[in-house]
């Protein structure tokens, strides 16, 4: 569905179709509630072309269809096999600071800092590196990034002016006491998480 035209005077203008980042963590997280295994497993062909890239793509607007389903699959990716969706919190940056291990996580771990490096220098979006940085949070059994926040970041990527990559180094090295405070205040909305454990379980009885 697309907006409709604007008549002003003789010329028609068309209005875009807004993107709408909150409303595609919503649907991914519905497709997990609902057990529809089927599209999550369609979003995780990187190739794309199914319908589920395309009803993912729709949340993208008129600009940034191919990004939106870009980030679904990696959702669905850090979901496969689990039933509860995450709703994750704060960015990538802080996020992979919880990659890692007893020997040392973020900043404190040789992979994680790698990861992350390669992440924050490239100059486009660096979708192959923030597959691996979801793989690994998924296997630390870490919490993802916000996948709203990690999407308009990500929209942001080309835009000088917001330094997302910079802000992303910044939140990665953060110092641990400094960090504590940041993720608190970047937290998912509360009950987040623990409201979509209850709908799962309310959808297992129904």
Known sequence: MTEPPVRTGAETVRVPFPHDSAGLTEWLAALLRNRDYGTLAELRRARGGTNAHIRAGWYGGDEHRDLFERVAFLFAVYHQGRSVPSYGGGSL?????????????????PGARRLLARVVASRRIPWRHLQHAIVRLR???????SWTDLTEDLIKWDDRRERVSYRWSVEFHMPAS?????????????????????????????
């Open 178 to 206: 400094m960090a504590r405070g940041a993720m608190h205040a970047s937290a998912p909305r509360p009950g987040a998480d623990a409201q979509t454990e209850r709908n799962a379980r309310k959808d297992s009885t129904s």
């Open 139 to 145: 296997s630390c059994e870490q919490p993802p990034p």
């Open 93 to 109: 940056g802080a996020a992979a600071r919880r990659i890692g291990d007893g020997a040392g996580r973020g900043p404190d771990n």
